[in-house]
């Protein structure tokens, strides 16, 4: 279905464009999910229909990577472009430095509507003054107590047509703890273990429960591209899925493994990136903030920041 390895159309924006002509941009970002489990990249268990079909509309990229394999550290640093030790967020649980400019600075800048749904876990707020987006829970580490909503969603995306958006929805799936979807679906016995983890029953029972919470996530995946869809902007949205730092067990979260700090990375843009295509350009969460300045018409006001845009890509 992919081929191996295809040329992206170039874009280029200039800071004249209008408002109306912006992409918008969809950022999904699902939480301790290491790439490799993730059929696009060669899984063999998990059942993901949605993120499929988003592979085959668009380009993956076969090598992006992240800092370091923590939470806090590399949403700050996709946030801000800037690397660990230069935004201040250097391990979980801690802060950015007050004056580090984000997501919302810059694209704010350049006319966007800046919003985050779900999982936020950076700081402080004057770093990240992200509009509240409802309707997706906000913790990890509990089993969520209510459904997900989209209504946030849908008005959020379709508010002004006239005005572009960046809008992040943070899933918390499948972060532990592993208590969403069906482990019904994946009977311990037939699942390929992985080889950097132990074959032991408890292991097999663990993969499995977080195995289900990935194709719960690719539900709510699927769930956010129709919103797109019934919002009429799908068209001139640049779609961004990644899958954060790895899983919660051995060697992934928390290591410098190549399953701890390899991260998936999904781009879809209908009528600019084609169709069904692979790069192996090395890219990580740095330069995601760079691109889409550039795509945002700011390329000729680039900040001053760690990455760099691969548009060219």
């Given at each position: 279905m992919l081929r191996s390895v295809a040329p992206l159309l170039c874009l280029v924006l200039g800071s004249t464009l209008s408002l109306a002509a912006r992409p918008n941009v969809l950022v999904i970002v699902a939480d301790d999910c290491t790439y490799n489990d993730l059929p696009m990249y060669g899984g063999q268990n998990a059942k993901t229909p949605n993120l499929d079909t988003l592979a085959a509309?668009?380009?993956?990229?076969?090598?992006?990577?992240?800092?370091?394999?923590?939470?806090?550290?590399?949403?700050?640093?996709?946030?801000?472009?800037?690397?660990?030790?230069?935004?201040?967020?250097?391990?979980?649980?801690?802060?950015?430095?007050?004056?580090?400019?984000?997501?919302?600075?810059?694209?704010?800048?350049?006319?966007?509507?800046?919003?985050?749904?779900?999982?936020?876990?950076?700081?402080?707020?004057?770093?990240?003054?992200?509009?509240?987006?409802?309707?997706?829970?906000?913790?990890?580490?509990?089993?969520?107590?209510?459904?997900?909503?989209?209504?946030?969603?849908?008005?959020?995306?379709?508010?002004?047509?006239?005005?572009?958006?960046?809008?992040?929805?943070?899933?918390?799936?499948?972060?532990?703890?592993?208590?969403?979807?069906?482990?019904?679906?994946?009977?311990?016995?037939?699942?390929?273990?992985?080889?950097?983890?132990a074959d032991t029953p408890r292991t097999r029972q663990d993969f499995a429960r977080y195995l289900a919470e990935i194709t719960y996530m690719d539900g709510q995946v699927g769930e956010i591209l129709s919103v797109l869809d019934q919002a009429n902007v799908a068209d001139n949205t640049l779609?961004?899925?990644?899958?954060?730092?790895?899983?919660?067990?051995?060697?992934?979260?928390?290591?410098?493994?190549?399953?701890?700090?390899?991260?998936?990375?999904?781009?879809?843009?209908?009528?600019?990136i084609a169709a069904s295509t692979r790069t192996n350009a090395i890219v990580q969460y740095t330069d995601v903030l760079p691109t889409l300045i550039d795509f945002a018409g700011g390329k000729s006001v680039q900040p001053s920041l760690d990455g760099s845009s691969f548009g060219d890509v």
């Open positions: 509309e668009g380009l993956i990229f076969n090598h992006a990577y992240l800092a370091e394999a923590m939470c806090q550290p590399c949403r700050a640093e996709l946030y801000t472009g800037l690397y660990p030790m230069r935004n201040g967020c250097a391990w979980n649980h801690s802060a950015s430095m007050p004056q580090t400019l984000s997501l919302p600075h810059h694209l704010g800048k350049l006319g966007y509507r800046v919003g985050l749904a779900g999982k936020v876990h950076v700081a402080p707020r004057k770093a990240f003054p992200f509009e509240n987006v409802g309707g997706f829970d906000k913790s990890c580490v509990r089993a969520p107590t209510q459904p997900h909503d989209l209504a946030a969603t849908a008005e959020f995306m379709s508010r002004d047509p006239d005005q572009p958006f960046c809008l992040v929805v943070a899933l918390v799936e499948p972060h532990v703890p592993w208590v969403m979807g069906d482990p019904s679906q994946y009977p311990t016995e037939k699942l390929k273990m992985p080889p950097h983890l779609v961004l899925f990644t899958s954060e730092q790895g899983a919660q067990f051995p060697g992934c979260k928390w290591t410098n493994w190549d399953t701890g700090v390899h991260t998936a990375l999904d781009a879809r843009w209908p009528g600019k």
